[in-house]
């Protein structure tokens, strides 16, 4: 069929507004495009949790948890036991969002106390490198003997900060699951290490548990000790958060 001179007109408009555009570039906005899905893959040996502490360690585990999705492939790639549990809402200011439970930890020897404890996943890859990375090898070094055990005060309460007087409105970061209150270590050769009465003086013991708060403040936001005040003489609160406080 013989084209009318107005489609030919139409198609020579149409192609030419077709290269204009074409010339110009994208004009829909980058909004429109959705930007890539996180990364979720890790090379076993090379993830955070396998990286020796050091001044940038923070800023690595803050990038390298950004996402659930990456947070549990660091967890994998490490032999770090992790299962997600459902988010949910207990309170105004309480509940769970990225959590999970910790399980054993099969590139160590060392297991926590109570086990399979309930926490958000980025304050599991934090305990994961500070006990890889820290608690092990003081005890090793300091001690002269292996951690077989990690005792702890529990994770999650739904609760305020806690003061000499009591607790405060301000939510805590346990109400969050987000911090772990750590009180000691077993030792191989049965030695039962504790802040509560270990932390005091410059034996053996107190430098092991002051060496070990010193480098948690590069893995965790805010670490508390008996220096803090009288509520924290017996552990130290470990909270894997942003905020920088470290006493």
């Not at 509560?196 to 965790?220: H, K, N, Q, S, Y």
Request: with cysteine; charged share 20%; net charge positive.
């Amino acid at each position: 069929m013989r084209m009318t001179k107005t489609r030919t007109a139409t198609l020579i408009a149409v192609a030419a507004l077709t290269g204009l555009l074409a010339g110009c570039g994208r004009l829909l906005p980058d909004a429109a495009i959705p930007p890539p899905g996180p990364t979720a893959s890790v090379v076993s040996g090379t993830g955070v949790i396998d990286r020796p502490i050091d001044a940038g360690t923070f800023g690595w585990l803050d990038r390298a948890t950004a996402s659930p999705q990456q947070c549990e492939a660091e967890l994998r790639a490490a032999r770090v036991t992790f299962a997600p549990t459902p988010d949910r809402v207990n309170g105004p200011t309480c509940g769970l969002t990225a959590a999970g439970v910790l399980g054993a930890d099969y590139g160590t020897v060392a297991r926590m106390a109570p086990s399979d404890v309930t926490m958000t996943c980025k304050l599991a890859a934090a305990v994961s490198v500070w006990r890889r990375q820290s608690v092990e090898p003081a005890a090793r070094e300091i001690l002269g003997s292996e951690v077989v055990q990690i005792d702890h005060m529990g994770v999650y309460a739904c609760r305020g900060v806690r003061t000499d007087a009591g607790f405060t409105a301000r939510a805590s970061a346990h109400s969050r699951a987000a911090a772990l209150d750590f009180s000691g270590v077993r030792l191989r050769d049965g030695r039962r290490i504790t802040v509560a009465g270990d932390w005091a003086g410059d034996t053996p013991e107190a430098r092991f548990l002051r060496r070990i708060r010193d480098e948690g403040c590069r893995v965790f936001g805010t670490v508390l000790s008996p220096d803090y005040n009288a509520v924290h003489a017996d552990h130290l609160h470990l909270e894997a958060e942003r905020g920088r406080l470290c006493r």
